[in-house]
C-alpha cells in the first residue's frame, strides 16, 4: 500500500465511446499495479464524453465534466466517435465534446511522440535501420495560427471570380509559450530544440524564429538550439529522422509534421499524445494526454484492441504532469519487454503470429512492471 505520505495524484479518466472503455480497462490495470506497488496514489474520477455524454445527458460534453477536467490535476482520455452519432447535428456530436474540451482547458501545446520500439521496426514504411530505436517528440501549436486567424473566408470580387482567404497570426506571447514547453521538454530529454516555421517566406516565421531563438539565449543556454524550414523538415524526416529531439512548430506545420512522423512508426494502436496548458501561478498545468487512434467502431467490444498507446499516454501523464521519470521509465520499459518478448495484439501482429486481447495485453505489463522493479 502506498504510505500515507505519497501525494495523491487527481485523475480524471474519460473512456468514451467504441474500444475507449476496452483500453481504459487495461491502463486502470497498469495504475492499479502502480498504487498496489506503494509508487503513487491515484483519486480517480470518471466521467462521460463524446457518444457516451450525449446518450447520457444530450450533450458530448457537460459543464459538469468540463469542471471537473479543470479541477483535476491531469486527464485522461481514451477516444470518441463512431457511426451511431454520425448523423447528429454538428454542435452535439461527439468530436465536439473533445474540441470543447481541449478549447476550455486552452491547451496549446500538444505534444506527439514517434517511438519506434524496436521489436516493431518491420511494421515502418521506411526501412527498418532508419527508424528502429527511434525517439523523437513533435511539439505543435494547437490554438493559433492560420487555422484560427482573421480575417478567413470565401469571398465573391467584383469580376464575379471567388476569393478563399486564411490568416496566419502569431503573437509574441503565443511563440513563447509554447517556445517555453519546447526548451522545458527538451531538459528532460535530449537537450535538444529543433524551430520549424518558413521564414524564408513567411513574416510570422520570422517573428518565430527571432523569439525562439531570443529565449533559448537567455533561459535556456544549456539546450541546443537549431532552426529548420518546414519543407527541409518533412525531407529530413524521411531522410535520417534520428537526427532530431523536439521539434516545436506552429499548429499548420505541425499538423503535417506530426502525422508524417506517427506514421513512422508504423501503428496507430501505439502512438500516445500529450496536451498541455499553460502553468497558473501554483504551477499547476491543465493536461490531457490521449491515444492518437480514434474509437475503431470497427474492433469495439470484441476485447481485442491494442491498449498500449492508451499505456503509453498514461505514461507520459507521469513523466509531464508529474515528473514521476523514473515510473514512467519503468512503464515504457515494460511496454518494450512484453513487444521485445513477442507479445502481440492483432494489429501488431506479424502474419501467422499468435495474438492475445485487450486484457492479455494489458496483464501482460502489468507482469513485466513487477518483474523489473
Ligand atoms: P480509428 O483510429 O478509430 O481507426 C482506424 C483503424 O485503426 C481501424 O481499422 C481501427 O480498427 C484501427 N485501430 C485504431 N486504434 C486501434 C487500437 N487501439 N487497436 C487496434 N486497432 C486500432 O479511425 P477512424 O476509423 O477514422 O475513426 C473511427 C471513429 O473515431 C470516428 O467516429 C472518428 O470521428 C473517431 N476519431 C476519434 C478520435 C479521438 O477520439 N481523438 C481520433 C480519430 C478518429
Known sequence: MPASSTPVLNILTLAGDGIGPEVMAGTRRVMDWFQSSGRMRFNITEGLVGGASYEAHKTPLTDATLAAAKAADAVLLACIGGPKWDQLPYDVRPERGLLRLRKEMVLFANLRPAIVFEALADASTLKSELV?????????????????????????????????????????????????VA???????NRRVCSVEKANVMESGVLW?????????????????????????????????????????????????????SMLTGSLGMLPSASLGAKDAHGKQMALYEPVHGSAPDIAGKGIANPLAMILSLAMMLRYSFSLAADADLLEGAVKNVLAAGVRTADIAAPGQTTVGTAAMADAVVKELGRLS
Do not use: W
Open 132 to 180: 528502429a530505436g527511434l525517439d523523437i517528440m513533435i511539439l505543435r501549436e494547437l490554438t493559433g495560427g492560420i487555422y484560427f486567424g482573421e480575417p478567413r473566408g470565401i469571398e465573391t470580387l467584383p469580376d464575379g471570380s471567388r476569393r478563399g482567404i486564411n490568416t496566419q497570426v502569431y503573437t509574441t506571447g503565443e511563440i513563447q509559450r509554447v517556445a517555453r
Open 183 to 189: 526548451f522545458e521538454l527538451a531538459r528532460k530529454r
Open 209 to 261: 524564429r527571432e523569439e525562439v531563438t531570443k529565449m533559448g539565449a537567455a533561459e535556456f543556454p544549456d539546450v541546443e538550439l537549431s532552426h529548420m524550414y518546414a519543407d527541409n523538415c518533412a525531407m529530413q524526416l524521411l531522410r535520417r529522422p534520428k537526427q532530431f529531439d523536439v521539434i516545436v512548430t506552429d499548429n499548420l506545420f505541425g499538423d503535417i509534421l506530426s502525422d508524417m512522423a
